[in-house]
């Protein structure tokens, strides 16, 4: 099993979760996140002054899909949250040891 962190733009987030769903992968997890990458943030004006914003806020999808389904999710997250901007995110992929479904105690694929 994978974990996929996806940190994407936040007008992105309805298009990745329609995109998902059209797919088969229904479970997914949403947090609000804040961060920078090489473009180490950027400057905005507000009422004629100018500031930096050195954190940007991004939207981070955590996805758990089965070893068969990586590539699937992989490509469907991408397609649906590029621009081809600077600054579309990055996707996390790691290994799961076990997954359990507290409700029923299931472990695994099962759980998912």
Not at 16 to 26: D, F, S
Not at 27 to 51: D, N
Not at 53 to 74: G, Y
Not at 83 to 107: A, H, M, W
């Amino acid at each position: 099993m994978k974990k996929i962190e996806a940190i994407i733009r936040h007008f992105k987030l309805e298009d990745v979760k329609n995109a998902l769903t059209e797919r088969g992968v229904h479970g997914m997890t949403i947090c609000e996140v804040r961060g920078f990458g090489r473009q180490k943030g950027h400057t905005e004006m507000y009422r004629g002054t100018e500031y930096a914003v050195d954190f940007v806020p991004k939207v981070k999808v955590e996805v758990v899909c089965s070893d068969a389904n990586l590539a699937l999710v992989i490509d469907t997250i991408m397609r649906a949250a590029q621009t081809g901007q600077i600054g579309d995110g990055k996707l996390f992929i790691s290994d799961l040891s076990d997954v359990v479904r507290i409700r029923t105690g299931e472990t695994g694929e099962d759980a998912l």
